[in-house]
């Protein structure tokens, strides 16, 4: 079921009076940046995820260092950082995804997981982002600029929203992503 189809039927459940669907972080997917194929987060059930959006033009662009030593340092004890492109913010992300990889992997020997590009904030955005602003609200729950992070548990519950002036190199940071893996 496309991303597309799925949000209209949890819409519409929702809208006739189902609000105690349980729906999580599970219940999404996105194209890989390869674009050959899906990215379903119930892949990483029992996993930390940490999703961020980013931008190759950003003034931030430099966390992908920290990002990558995140998932280095913790991809074994259950870390997965999932990058997602947004063209968002000021036009940051003008590359296609080929480009894109290209300059993740050239610039940031970058080995996590990323998707396609996406629209992460307003009119169109990914449902994923409609979800996460729903269960940590608009300041937490949405990026508002480059390099948001949004922390998901090993139950698939968003747990915790970071804006980009929060560095994954940050000791509060990395005492809340290790909360989260339970180091």
């Not at 219940?27 to 980013?54: A, R």
């Not at 993740?104 to 992460?120: A, D, G, H, L």
């Amino acid at each position: 079921m496309t991303n597309f189809y799925r949000y209209i039927l949890i819409t519409l459940f929702l809208l006739i009076g189902g609000n105690s669907l349980a729906i999580n972080a599970y219940d999404f997917s996105f194209t890989s940046i390869d674009g050959e194929s899906q990215i379903n987060l119930s892949e990483y059930k029992g996993k930390t995820i940490l999703v961020v959006n980013t931008a190759s033009l950003c003034g931030f662009t430099y966390q992908y260092d920290g990002l990558q030593s995140l998932y280095d340092n913790y991809g074994d004890d259950g870390l997965v950082v999932l990058g997602i492109p947004a063209n968002d913010f000021s036009k940051q992300e003008p590359g296609q995804e080929n480009e894109i990889k290209e300059f993740c992997e050239t610039n940031f020997n970058i080995t996590f997981p990323m998707t396609s590009k996406e629209i992460v904030n307003g009119k169109g955005s990914h449902p994923f982002f409609d979800w996460t602003k729903d269960e940590l609200g608009w300041l937490d729950g949405v990026p508002r600029w480059n390099f948001h992070k949004i922390i998901i548990d090993k139950n698939g519950n968003a747990i915790g929203g970071y804006t980009p002036l929060t560095k994954p190199s940050s000791k509060r940071f990395i005492k809340v992503i290790e909360k989260a893996l339970k180091i």
